[in-house]
């Protein structure tokens, strides 16, 4: 989506996908939600300390850089902190689609919405 005006924000977002986005595939510097965190085994621990730092559903991610070898590690922001991530580790974050996206975003400001009132 680019925003209306000369000096308006340009705001890339992901095209539409059949299948999954994983963290460990977007581009640089694209916007992506996060619809779940998958976990390999019961009681994944990488799994279960990414959710710790904040890759639940609704929030905004984007990877910002990469290594140069491999491009790994990744570079990740959730919301204003940032991590460093092997792909292995990334591709457990899966990405909404646009539609799920906006319907996360909607949900995730109602709960705020509602724990402030």
Do not use: C
């Not at 539409?16 to 994944?44: C, F, T, Y």
């Not at 990488?46 to 790994?72: K, M, N, W």
């Not at 940032?82 to 109602?110: H, M, N, Q, T, W």
Request: a positive charge.
């Amino acid at each position: 989506m680019i925003a209306a005006g000369p000096h308006a924000p340009i705001m890339r977002t992901i095209p539409k996908w059949i299948r999954p986005v994983r963290l460990s595939e977007l581009p640089r510097r694209v916007r992506g939600v996060v619809e779940r965190v998958e976990a390999r085994s019961e009681n994944d621990p990488i799994a279960r300390r990414l959710r710790e730092l904040g890759f639940v559903a609704g929030e905004d991610v984007q990877v910002t850089a990469a290594g140069p070898f491999g491009a790994e590690p990744l570079l990740v922001q959730v919301g204003y902190t940032r991590f460093a991530l092997r792909r292995d580790e990334a591709a457990r974050v899966v990405l909404a689609s646009p539609g799920e996206a906006a319907d996360a975003a909607g949900a995730a400001e109602r709960r705020a919405g509602g724990a402030a009132a």
